[in-house]
T-cell receptor, first 113, second 112 residues
Framework: EAQVTQNPRYLITVTGKKLTVTCSQN?????MSWYRQDPGLGLRQIYYSMNVEVTDKGDVPEGYKVSRKEKRNFPLILESPSPNQTSLYFCASSLGPTGYEQYFGPGTRLTVT | DQQVKQNSPSLSVQEGRISILNCDYT??????FLWYKKYPAEGPTFLIS?????DKNEDGRFTVFLNKSAKHLSLHIVPSQPGDSAVYFC???????????FGAGTILRVKS
């Protein structure tokens, strides 16, 4: 089954404790993105990747890191989480850059206290 | 500054009637527009899209209209069904790289 998986689905952590949210897709997609969803703001892009070792900032990259060492995986790293990073996070992938819809993972609910 | 705006936070429609969801944008450089549907506890799923060179695209019960001069697009669902009850996000693509800008979403409730 074609899918995007994220782990963990729920995470409660404390300020400053480094964490990683994993994302994996089995569709051989080149393009992958991370978004956060906040009430009244919709989904905002954090980082995206056009291919292995090629990443770029989205609209809200501050406080986040990403890496793309393999085509299927695109982890999101929070080196020092803060309460304002409490949010719902979605990973997405797409086949190409021109008009291809993005396939989203189920989401990761992160709470930073 | 929100470049993609969905000004109606929610919409309630009777089953069988038409649902019209609206979206406005400010950036004339957007070249592709998409609608996503999201159920609770799931990720958004792609619904329908339209290129900026077109003014209409249909897929079954779903039709998207684009008015470039007004920087406005709308999603029509006819007939509406209870299973259409979800949050609908409008998104616009900003050039190469598949960077998408999303609106805040509209909650659609279809009453049976």
């Amino acid at each position: 089954e074609a899918q995007v998986t994220q782990n963990p689905r729920y995470l409660i952590t404390v300020t400053g404790k480094k964490l990683t949210v994993t994302c994996s897709q089995n569709m051989n997609h080149e393009y992958m993105s991370w978004y956060r969803q906040d009430p009244g703001l919709g989904l905002r892009q954090i980082y995206y990747s056009m291919n292995v070792e090629v990443t770029d900032k989205g609209d809200v990259p501050e406080g986040y890191k990403v890496s793309r060492k393999e085509k299927r995986n695109f982890p999101l790293i929070l080196e020092s989480p803060s309460p304002n990073q409490t949010s719902l996070y979605f990973c997405a992938s797409s086949l190409g850059p021109t008009g291809y819809e993005q396939y989203f993972g189920p989401g990761t609910r992160l709470t930073v206290t | 500054d929100q470049q993609v705006k969905q000004n109606s936070p929610s919409l309630s429609v009777q089953e069988g009637r038409i649902s019209i969801l609206n979206c406005d944008y400010t950036n004339s450089m957007f070249d592709y527009f998409l609608w996503y549907k999201k159920y609770p506890a799931e990720g958004p799923t792609f619904l329908i899209s339209i290129s900026s060179i077109k003014d209409k695209n249909e897929d079954g019960r779903f039709t998207v209209f684009l008015n470039k001069s007004a920087k406005h697009l709308s999603l029509h669902i006819v007939p509406s069904q209870p299973g259409d009850s979800a949050v609908y996000f409008c998104a616009a693509r900003r050039g190469y790289g598949n960077k998408l800008v999303f609106g805040a979403g509209t909650i659609l409730r279809v009453k049976s």
